[in-house]
């Protein structure tokens, strides 16, 4: 089954919930944006 490209709007996209996380944030963001994330939601 073929999946149509055009259907979704981003490749990959991350949900998460984060409390008291302000001093790792940068590091866990880049982190993901080297895994390919495109799209954030926290």
Do not use: R, S, T
């Not at 991350?14 to 993901?32: C, F, R, S, T």
């Amino acid at each position: 089954m073929a999946v149509d490209k055009n259907l979704f709007l981003h490749d990959l996209a991350v949900v998460a919930i984060m409390k008291n996380e302000g001093p790792y944030i940068k590091e866990w963001l880049d982190y993901h944006l080297l895994a390919g994330v495109d799209h954030f939601y926290l």
